[in-house]
DNA sequence: GGACATGGTTCGACCGTACAACCAGAAGGT
DNA sequence: ACCTTCTGGTTGTACGGTCGAACCATGTCC
């Protein structure tokens, strides 16, 4: 079979992804693949928060695809840890503004270098010519998943 | 910052890898990407033994990448729904041989065929040119995973 | 002002996973 | 043969993330 048959065979896609998706240890969501004891929700949600600054919750909820019950515990989780706050939305008065805390910023760099070591490694077991191709086909499925709803 | 260094970049990879996980829907195990009424696990399950024909419960804990109590109970809710038989290994009084039932098999090729469906509309959504360069990525990055460990 | 949509919270339930304890069979040494 | 250790499976227990529905408050549109 040519190398663009198999391109156009969605099996082959499937069998990747299968296998990509397993051997990432993507089971068990509450623990980060980075071995830190807190849960990939959670870990995305400190990157988000500690990338935009302020975020309406309403928009983490889209961002995390998740549901808004699902995050409003989660928010009340980190909240808890004393990781974020909860801020009146100024003009909007339903909505609810994060932010992280000063120990919340600690936090999200600890794991945001948690993280670095993790992907270095995985960055090292793969070939230097590699790379850039990786890097641009996790963009490209992204786009097309986004597009695809 | 050129190419070259972003793909060097563990940050980089952490953020578009992120991105993938969540845009694909990788929350919620319990209910498979393709819709259908089936764990993740459970599809894997179904699918590596669809493809064996015949296998070792241990192997599949292996695979699948899950405590063998997980899968012991996996296996018991297939054996549950009819899709399973397990029978005594008979080169060894521990092990169990799983295979699967002609009901099984039906489940399996209406799950190949739906995720087949869901993985045509993502691939219709990849450009075409960028195909072949998105499998061999995600090969390149299972084969790293691997060699990780 | 009334109907409907939107952002958040709380409650209840579901389900997949891990860990530990346990059992039975295999393997290897003395 | 026997004892120890290892390995494959099962069961009990607990944990935790997610969802859906019900509910409230606020915003929006006619």
Same mark, same amino acid.
């Given at each position: ?16 992804? %299968? ?6 240890? !993507? ?5 980060? *693949? ?43 989780? !980190? ?10 939305? *100024?003009?909007?008065?339903? %909505? ?9 910023? $600690?936090?999200?760099?600890? !794991?945001?270098?948690?993280? $670095? ?27 097309? !998943?986004?597009?695809?709803?």
């Amino acid at each position: 079979m040519s190398r663009d048959q198999r391109a156009d065979d969605p099996a082959v896609l499937q069998e990747a992804l %299968g296998s990509f998706v397993r051997a990432f240890g !993507l089971h068990q969501p509450e623990t980060t *693949p980075c071995g830190q004891p807190i849960s990939v929700s959670e870990a995305h949600a400190l990157g988000e928060l500690a990338q935009e600054g302020e975020l309406r919750q309403v928009e983490l909820t889209r961002r995390l695809r998740l549901q808004k019950s699902t995050v409003s515990r989660l928010v009340g989780q !980190l909240s808890h840890r004393g990781w974020v706050e909860r801020a009146p939305a *100024p003009d909007d008065g339903r %909505g609810v503004v994060l932010r992280l805390t000063a120990s919340g910023r $600690r936090a999200a760099r600890n !794991l945001a270098e948690a993280r $670095r070591e993790r992907f270095s490694r995985l960055l090292d077991s793969i070939p230097a010519h590699e790379r850039a191709g990786v890097l641009h086909a996790l963009d490209v499925m992204v786009e097309a !998943l986004d597009e695809e709803r």
